[in-house]
């Protein structure tokens, strides 16, 4: 865009200095995310989950390798038609493919894929930036915004699809925005936009946030939208999924249907409280940094001004924003798509400002002095990121060591069965008392708790209650562990906490909580001394229900009312 030329002049100034400092930024940011990426490092049940889906079939493939081109192609066919019916059919393809290159048990095959694909982004987001602007050096801050932002470092190291789903849905906009007119990259930005969608079902409402982007090009060129690229855009999208979707009798939308329906009905389950709208906006000042909020959101001084040939990234992430407010769970990962749009946003407000101070050296300086405070924050936050890690593997170390063939209880079940040899002797945690008899009476000795005990064992099911539900409340209260370990830090817990929000102001007070509460921790426990414990305070309370008070009224006493 012409107007953003302007943008080239300040940066021109310090040509080699500005060039070396952002490709500096990039390549350190491209490094943290491959850092120590081999290391089976988990943090969620989902990426355990994913590790183990298919698992007997990736066994046999690993014991009888193809011998032929054409017998690799059938056992890539049966994968894809295996991951046809999931939710995430491209996503569980790929993790699916270590047992072809590196063996089923290579656990950290899912996190190299998503460093892989976080950094192909940044430098996607280079490109697209470079031809939205018409500047190179916009083009280069926001992919330098992008390398060492918090959030999309977190994902590019994680085990799970939000890195290529982030990756997907950006090339998929860039072949919508950068051409024009409608053309032959219409299609493949359906392409792309549909495999965002095979990666992560929630994209099905990419057509919609297509649709925001040429209703914003109508309101700022005053021109009628381009209703022809949009219908065949949209049309080629809903074309292949349903292609894809039909294949074997329509077993992927056997699934994902009634999963969404289930997720809608979901919905209803958390009062609406205007208070999390703000749940978006407040992750941009507390995942990212103090002055990364500032300076996006600082995108409002140019709305007054009218400079709307800034604002359509700021906007496109706004939209995402609120159309993700909606739904039960208000979690960071449903706008990581958008990061790459945040970069953009954030680094054209800083660049238009210092154009606006070209002839203020005070003002240049102050603005220089905020440009460091802003990287000096994302920095920062990504090397704590790239270098925190979870102590699950040790957890289930400490307990091989007293007995190889251990068997327990886990609130994180799908993780730390990753372990073990037998992942069998590892089971999920009862949710009632008598449940939790019957697991002991079939030789499961110890117990474990995690921080996903506040999420799947709140008090009245509700998230991040302090209060946890039946007798998992008098274990943690009362009840003294073999074995803690320090598990996540507080900035793994932060992220915890916030990637699965539901309630904004809940999950704010839980984190004020957990460091004098020790949330974050694992506990490991003996379960037959705290069976004993809590058969003892039932036999207690029994015995106090069945004991008649001293100052309650006898039968005979009560009144008769008065006619």
Not at 374 to 391: D, N, P, Q, R
Not at 411 to 422: A, G, I, P, R
Not at 509 to 517: D, P, R, S
Request: glycine share 4%; hydrophobic share 45%.
């Amino acid at each position: 865009m012409g107007e953003t030329k302007l943008m080239n002049r300040n940066f021109e100034k310090f040509r080699l200095f500005a060039c070396m400092g952002l490709l500096g930024l990039i390549a350190a940011g491209i490094t943290l995310r491959f850092t120590k990426i081999t290391q089976n490092q988990f943090f969620y049940y989902d990426e355990g989950l994913y590790l183990e889906h298919n698992i007997d079939f990736l066994y046999y493939l690993q014991h009888h390798p193809p011998d032929t081109l054409k017998q690799l192609g059938r056992y890539l066919q049966v994968s894809a038609h295996m991951a046809l019916a999931d939710t995430k059919v491209l996503w569980f393809f790929l993790c699916d493919l270590r047992a072809y290159l590196v063996g089923a048990d290579a656990w950290y095959f899912t996190r190299l894929l998503s460093a892989i694909f976080g950094s192909l982004t940044v430098l996607v987001l280079y490109r697209f930036a470079r031809r939205f602007y018409d500047s190179r050096w916009v083009g280069l801050f926001s992919a330098a915004l992008l390398s060492i932002f918090p959030s999309h470092l977190y994902y590019s190291r994680l085990g799970m699809q939000e890195a290529l789903s982030t990756f997907c849905f950006l090339l998929g906009f860039y072949f919508y925005v950068i051409p024009k007119k409608f053309g032959w990259r219409t299609f493949l930005s359906s392409f792309f936009f549909m495999l965002a969608y095979f990666t992560n079902y929630r994209l099905v409402v990419i057509p919609i946030l297509v649709g925001f982007c040429e209703f914003y090009t109508f309101l700022r060129l005053k021109q009628f939208p381009d209703v022809r690229k949009y219908v065949w855009n949209t049309l080629g999208f809903v074309t292949l999924v349903f292609w894809v979707g039909s294949i074997d009798s329509g077993q992927h939308f056997a699934v994902i249907l009634p999963w969404m329906w289930h997720q809608t009905n979901l919905a209803e389950k958390e009062a609406f409280h205007w208070y999390n709208l703000l749940s978006y906006p407040y992750f941009t000042f507390r995942l990212e940094s103090l002055f990364f909020g500032l300076f996006f959101w600082a995108n409002f001084y140019h709305v007054l001004k009218k400079r709307w040939y800034l604002l359509y990234p700021f906007f496109q992430v706004c939209f995402q924003m609120l159309l993700f407010s909606f739904p039960e769970e208000k979690g960071a990962r449903y706008v990581c798509v958008v990061y790459p749009f945040m970069a953009m946003a954030a680094a054209a407000c800083i660049a238009q400002l210092f154009e606006d101070q070209k002839n203020r050296l005070i003002g240049q300086v102050a603005l220089a002095l905020g440009v460091g405070l802003l990287v000096g924050s994302l920095a920062g936050k990504s090397w704590a990121i790239a270098h925190a890690k979870s102590e699950y593997r040790e957890a289930m170390e400490y307990l091989t060591r007293i007995d190889k063939n251990i068997k327990l209880v886990s609130s994180q079940k799908w993780v730390m069965d990753l372990y073990v040899e037998n992942p069998n002797n590892v089971q999920d945690l009862p949710h009632t008392f008598p449940q939790m008899l019957g697991m002991f009476s079939r030789g499961y000795r110890y117990l474990v708790l995690d921080p996903q005990t506040y999420i799947s064992w709140g008090k009245n099911e509700i998230r991040f209650n302090p209060e946890l539900d039946n007798y998992v409340a008098f274990v943690v209260n009362e009840v003294r562990p073999i074995k803690t370990f320090p598990h996540f830090n507080e900035v793994l817990l932060e992220r915890f906490v916030l990637e699965h929000n539901e309630n904004l102001v809940r999950s704010i007070q839980f984190l004020k909580l957990a460091k004098e509460h020790e949330f974050g921790k694992i506990r490991i426990y003996d379960m037959a001394p705290m069976i004993e414990n809590i058969m003892k305070l039932m036999v207690i309370q029994n015995s106090q229900a069945n004991k008649p008070q001293p100052n309650s009224p006898q039968p005979s006493s009560i009144e008769k009312p008065k006619k």
